[in-house]
């Protein structure tokens, strides 16, 4: 069954979430997941894939918009059910994904903003409903 972490940050904006998407994705990278990142619309994972390309300079975390050469790994997409990945889903989107279930473990990046909290609160409601592994992960400091 899909297990489920909500990664509580404690600033708002649109910034620190792909921030922690980022951090998200390059620390399962490191450990051997593939990634899928379901961003909210083509800008924000135009956005993402820009912030990866120099997220961390030491290192190289190879992805690229689901669908384009490259996005083996690590893929960012928007609006559609992703092909090739049930590894790891890092959702962006405010709502819960009607494809999750497919995955081994689905992150929910939670931030100090009045939508996001209400959206991510709503979503907690309907993992918890159904019987899923609920994790809360308290990110200080990010």
Same mark, same amino acid.
């Given at each position: 069954?899909?297990?489920?972490?909500?990664?509580?940050?404690?600033?708002?904006?649109?910034?620190?979430?792909?921030?922690?998407?980022?951090? %998200?994705?390059?620390? #399962? @990278?490191?450990?051997?997941?593939?990634?899928?990142?379901?961003?909210?619309? /083509? $800008?924000? +994972?135009?956005?993402?894939?820009?912030?990866?390309?120099?997220?961390?300079?030491?290192?190289?975390?190879?992805?690229?918009?689901?669908?384009?050469?490259?996005?083996?790994?690590?893929?960012?997409?928007?609006?559609?059910?992703?092909?090739?990945?049930?590894?790891?889903?890092?959702?962006?989107? %405010?709502?819960?994904? #009607? @494809?999750?279930?497919?995955?081994?473990?689905?992150?929910?990046?939670?931030? /100090? $903003?009045? +939508?996001?909290?209400?959206?991510?609160?709503?979503?907690?409601?309907?993992?918890?409903?159904?019987?899923?592994?609920?994790?809360?992960?308290?990110?200080?400091?990010?």
């Amino acid at each position: 069954m899909t297990r489920v972490g909500f990664y509580v940050i404690q600033q708002a904006g649109e910034a620190r979430r792909l921030q922690v998407a980022a951090r %998200l994705a390059d620390k #399962a @990278f490191q450990r051997g997941h593939r990634i899928y990142i379901h961003a909210r619309d /083509q $800008d924000q +994972a135009r956005a993402l894939d820009t912030l990866l390309w120099a997220f961390r300079p030491g290192s190289f975390l190879p992805h690229g918009l689901a669908g384009d050469p490259g996005s083996d790994l690590v893929a960012i997409g928007w609006g559609e059910e992703p092909a090739g990945h049930d590894d790891l889903l890092i959702n962006l989107q %405010l709502q819960v994904p #009607a @494809f999750f279930a497919r995955f081994h473990r689905v992150a929910e990046v939670v931030t /100090q $903003d009045e +939508a996001s909290l209400a959206a991510l609160r709503e979503s907690w409601r309907f993992y918890k409903a159904r019987g899923y592994q609920l994790e809360k992960h308290d990110l200080s400091g990010v």
